[in-house]
Antibody, heavy 121, light 107 residues
Framework: EVQLVQSGPEVKKPGESLKISCKSA????????IGWVRQMPGKGLEWMAI????????KYSPSFQGRVTISADTSISTAYLQWSSLRASDTAIYYC??????????????WGQGALVTVSS | QSVLTQPPSASGTPGQRVTISCSGS????????VYWYQQFPGTAPKLLIH???QRPSGVPDRFSGSKSGTSASLSISGLRSEDEAHYYC????????FGGGTELTVL
């Protein structure tokens, strides 16, 4: 089993920047997609962005392109999601998830515990 | 608007069989495997079915998945109160695409 450990809850003001993290296992990190999924209060799962750490190829949902940046540091098996200017509408739980060869190696097989981001003035 | 289409709600009584549908297109379900996730309030999603019908270790065989063309379905037999949760389908479409989720109520 792969444990994804996310950074803790954040409370920010509109306009502030933020970078949240997700630490994975080194054995598979570089070889499988890892990404971020947003869940707004009472709503469903929304895919935001994924990255293939081995070559840093990234893909963004059109809904989030230009609003967030996904990155990965293979030396510490950690993926990141960052905002340069938060809005109140970014308030949500953010899950990281990773694919795994046991489950086909493309879609999420393991999920982090989630990180609550609250943006309020 | 989600790429994959699921009914927003489903329900059944204990012991019944319930089926949740997931509709997509050739570029996702029609060409790639379907995945199903279960999510309880306040917790992270959990993989329930992968590669159309495969169950990860620990998932009861009451849960089964199937796929035909550009549609897929999740069936739960012998419904239990603890199955009350949200269920999401997903597939690859040059990225991760999800359904809008189905809230299952056990009456």
């Amino acid at each position: 089993e792969v444990q994804l450990v996310q950074s803790g809850p954040e409370v920010k003001k509109p306009g502030e920047s933020l970078k949240i993290s997700c630490k994975s296992a080194p054995d598979y990190f570089s070889r499988y997609w890892i990404g971020w999924v947003r869940q707004m209060p009472g709503k469903g799962l929304e895919w935001m962005a994924i990255i293939y750490p081995g070559d840093s190829e990234s893909k963004y949902s059109p809904s989030f392109q230009g609003r967030v940046t996904i990155s990965a540091d293979t030396s510490i098996s950690t993926a990141y999601l960052q905002w340069s200017s938060l809005r109140a509408s970014d308030t949500a739980i953010y899950y990281c998830a990773t694919s795994h060869p046991t489950f086909g190696g493309v879609m999420p097989g393991y999920w982090g515990q989630g990180a609550l981001v609250t943006v309020s003035s | 608007q989600s790429v994959l289409t699921q009914p927003p709600s489903a329900s059944g009584t204990p012991g019944q069989r319930v089926t949740i549908s997931c509709s997509g297109s050739h570029s996702n379900i029609g060409s790639h495997h379907v995945y199903w996730y279960q999510q309880f309030p306040g917790t992270a999603p959990k993989l329930l079915i992968h590669s159309d019908y495969q169950r990860p270790s620990g998932v009861p065989d009451r849960f089964s998945g199937s796929k035909s063309g550009t549609s897929a379905s999740l069936s739960i037999s012998g419904l239990r109160s603890e199955d009350e949760a949200h269920y999401y389908c997903a597939a690859w479409d040059d990225s991760w695409v999800f359904g809008g989720g189905t809230e299952l109520t056990v009456l």
